[in-house]
């Protein structure tokens, strides 16, 4: 569904997700793409990658254009002009989730649209020379939130998206990792199945923003998972309650606590938490990064009923 | 709104990008190493076929894997992620 050809730096996470996605769909679709790298490296003009309808709109209304999109074509299919409507795919980056686009998410999933919203999260607004967002972890180096004397990399924690997500009652919101493919085939085809809007948040290693020999990609985001850093669930609403499944490795450790690896495994193949290891150990900042870490992992556990 | 401006069906189409990107030979980008698939180790699984982030691995006639040195940036994510060892990047 992606020609070859596609711009994006070596080892890019955002190319093999979206090479995934598309793998898994079985229906026609269209894609809408919100401004970031992967938008760029697919659509240099006159090239495209695309071998699907795809429409690039601004940083900011990815699911607005969605919701458009939708609503055009439903509009088509009432009219008799198209037997059926295509499954709607938006792709986008941190940055235009997180932060700008965020509001028209939002809006979209308030509304009820029928599409699903990839987030790949290479934890930066990479395009445009690695600068900070609300998905940015806690200490990572970018060149807004530097590693120095005073300033130890991002202050503060990343904002738990898919959980804010999750809370607009939508009726599917997942989290997925290249490292499991199969796992991000089946929740991409969950997400397109149901009616009304579903989103799923995918960890995505970007060798040159989080400073990583570009063999590695697919190993970080396995210990991104390993780590509980990045936890893979899913979750549906029923009955006003929230039920929510961890799913993969993420499942098997809820099962057998000792396979959770420290975090320490994750920062220490990055350069982007380099100053955190060299030129001296900065303990007290590791363990804060493992205390967010178990928190938010205690939690996921009390969700999913297995605390 | 003025009735003498253009209504959306009159607007012009946006930016229409028409050529295929297989123009584009990103395989020019490698730095001096290329996969190299060790066909008597390699049964065939696919597995580097799905994690390349380029499109340029797939399976050859022989169902084994087979690499696209067009589009390859050469960074080493089949080589690694292969089960069984069955790739290897050799300098160029
Ligand atoms: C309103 C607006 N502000 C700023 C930009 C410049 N801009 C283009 S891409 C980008 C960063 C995108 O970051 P993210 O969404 O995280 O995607 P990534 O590039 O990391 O894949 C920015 C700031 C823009 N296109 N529009
Ligand atoms: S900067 Fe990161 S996300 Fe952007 S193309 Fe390069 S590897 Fe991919
Ligand atoms: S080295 Fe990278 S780009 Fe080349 S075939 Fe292997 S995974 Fe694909």
């Given at each position: 569904m992606l020609h070859e050809g596609v711009r994006t730096c070596s080892g890019c996470g955002a190319s093999l997700i979206a090479k995934l996605?598309?793998?898994?769909?079985?229906?026609?679709?269209?894609?809408?793409?919100?401004?970031?790298?992967?938008?760029?490296?697919?659509?240099?003009?006159?090239?495209t990658s695309w071998k699907v309808p795809w429409i690039h709109n601004a940083f900011e209304n990815a699911a607005a254009t969605a919701s458009g999109v939708e609503a055009a074509y439903k509009a088509l299919a009432k009219k008799g002009?198209?037997?059926?409507?295509?499954?709607?795919?938006?792709?986008?980056?941190?940055?235009?989730?997180?932060?700008i686009g965020f509001q028209s998410l939002s809006g979209a999933l308030e509304r009820g649209h029928d599409f699903l919203y990839v987030l790949y999260d290479n934890e930066a607004y990479m395009n445009t020379g690695i600068q900070r967002s609300g998905g940015t972890p806690r200490y990572a180096w970018t060149t807004t939130c530097p590693?120095?004397?005073?300033?130890?990399?991002?202050?503060?924690?990343?904002?738990?998206?898919?959980?804010?997500?999750?809370?607009?009652?939508?009726?599917?919101?997942?989290?997925?990792?290249?490292?499991?493919?199969?796992?991000?085939?089946?929740?991409?085809?969950?997400?397109?199945?149901?009616?009304?809007?579903?989103?799923?948040?995918?960890?995505?290693?970007?060798?040159?923003?989080?400073?990583?020999?570009?063999?590695?990609?697919?190993?970080?985001?396995?210990?991104?998972?390993?780590?509980?850093?990045?936890?893979?669930?899913?979750?549906?609403?029923?009955?006003?309650?929230?039920?929510?499944?961890?799913?993969?490795?993420?499942?098997?450790?809820?099962?057998?606590?000792?396979?959770?690896?420290?975090?320490?495994?994750?920062?220490?193949?990055?350069?982007?938490?380099?100053?955190?290891?060299?030129?001296?150990r900065m303990e007290p900042l590791i363990r804060q990064i493992q205390a967010d870490v178990d928190a938010n992992w205690k939690l996921l556990l009390r969700r999913a009923g297995m605390a | 709104m003025s009735s003498s401006l253009p209504g959306w069906k009159e607007l012009p189409m946006g930016g229409v990008a028409f050529?295929?990107?297989?123009?584009?030979?990103?395989?020019?980008?490698?730095?001096?190493?290329?996969?190299?698939?060790?066909e008597e180790k390699c049964v065939g699984?696919?597995?580097?076929?799905?994690?390349?982030?380029?499109?340029?691995?797939?399976?050859?006639e022989e169902g084994k894997a087979q690499v696209n040195y067009d589009y390859c940036k050469g960074c080493g994510i089949c080589a690694r992620e292969c089960p069984y060892g069955a790739i290897e990047m050799v300098p160029e």
């Open positions: 996605v598309l793998k898994a769909a079985r229906k026609p679709v269209v894609v809408v793409s919100a401004t970031g790298c992967l938008e760029v490296a697919t659509s240099i003009l006159p090239y002009l198209i037997k059926e409507v295509p499954d709607i795919v938006v792709l986008a980056g941190d940055g235009g989730t997180y932060d590693a120095g004397e005073v300033l130890k990399g991002k202050l503060e924690a990343k904002k738990p998206i898919a959980l804010i997500v999750a809370e607009h009652r939508i009726p599917y919101v997942a989290t997925a990792s290249p490292s499991e493919p199969h796992d991000l085939i089946r929740k991409v085809r969950r997400g397109l199945e149901v009616e009304g809007p579903a989103f799923l948040h995918v960890i995505c290693p970007c060798p040159r923003g989080w400073r990583f020999d570009p063999s590695l990609s697919v190993e970080v985001a396995r210990l991104a998972v390993k780590t509980c850093f990045f936890p893979l669930w899913e979750c549906r609403w029923e009955d006003d309650d929230m039920v929510l499944e961890l799913t993969g490795p993420s499942k098997l450790i809820a099962e057998v606590p000792e396979l959770k690896l420290p975090v320490e495994a994750y920062l220490a193949i990055q350069g982007r938490f380099a100053h955190l290891f060299r030129p001296k | 050529r295929p990107s297989t123009d584009i030979k990103t395989g020019e980008w490698r730095l001096g190493f290329r996969p190299v698939v060790k699984c696919a597995m580097c076929v799905v994690l390349c982030p380029d499109m340029a691995m797939g399976l050859g």
